[in-house]
């Protein structure tokens, strides 16, 4: 499967605890952005991302969230002190570098990580 | 700040209708798309339009972006039960940041 893989598909945290949403993008895909979705609402975006390098973040909240795309390994999207208000789906998406003609046609979402805290 | 305005937002038709999902925006964008999303997925990419104007088609489906690059829509002729599902349009801008639209919820009844 040469798609974006998103891992755990469905996670359950307790209040209080962490959350780390994971994202292999596709291969040779070297940008990452994660959204946020609430049920029958549209994606809402948080961070896009280079390899090692944070290029947009304007959507993710100042707490408690942070994101990563290392050298080596997938996306990490991580939500420290969960509150039920973190519950959404979270889907990661990649993309070729954007000046590519191929750019915003490669762009291909995971099929996300359904986050439930209880 | 919702960018992108789509409507209808709930649309239920007979197999075998017409319809048109719009997405409309005060901003303009350097380039737009339109998704397919079924329930429990990520969205599926249908088409990016690029140029002002242009009209692109994919089989019974029709997209077309506003001469003025703030506006889109999305032509279905002859739905299918297979059209099912929501569907998405983004505008991306020059720094290539997406802004979704909340959707359109298709239902094609048979």
């Known amino acids: 499967n040469a798609g974006v893989m998103q891992n755990p598909r469905h996670l359950v945290r307790r209040r209080g605890q962490e959350a780390r949403l994971r994202c292999s993008p596709v291969k040779g895909h070297s940008h990452v952005y994660w959204y946020r979705q609430l049920p029958e609402e549209g994606l809402k975006f948080m961070v896009y991302?280079?390899?090692?390098?944070?290029?947009?973040e304007s959507g993710m909240p100042k707490e408690r969230f942070s994101a990563e795309f290392p050298k080596e390994g997938p996306s990490i999207l991580r939500i420290q002190q969960v509150v039920r208000g973190d519950s959404a789906a979270y889907f990661c998406?990649?993309?070729?570098?954007?000046?590519?003609?191929?750019?915003?046609?490669?762009?291909?979402f995971g099929s996300g990580t359904r986050l439930t805290v209880v | 700040t919702q960018l992108l305005e789509q409507s209808p937002q709930f649309l239920s038709i007979q197999e075998g209708e017409n319809l048109t999902v719009y997405c409309n925006s005060s901003s303009v964008f350097s380039s737009l798309q339109w998704y397919r999303q079924e329930p429990g997925e990520g969205p599926v990419l249908l088409v990016t339009v690029v140029t002002g104007g242009e009209v692109k088609k994919l089989k019974r489906l029709t997209f077309q972006f506003g001469d003025a690059r703030k506006d889109s829509s999305l032509h279905i002729t002859a739905a299918q039960t297979g059209d099912t599902g929501l569907y998405l349009c983004a505008g991306v801008n020059n720094f290539n940041k997406f802004y979704f639209g909340s959707g359109t919820k298709l239902n094609v009844k048979p």
């Open positions: 998406a990649s993309s070729p570098p954007p000046y590519r003609d191929d750019g915003l046609d490669g762009y291909t």
């Open positions: 991302l280079q390899k090692e390098n944070i290029i947009d």
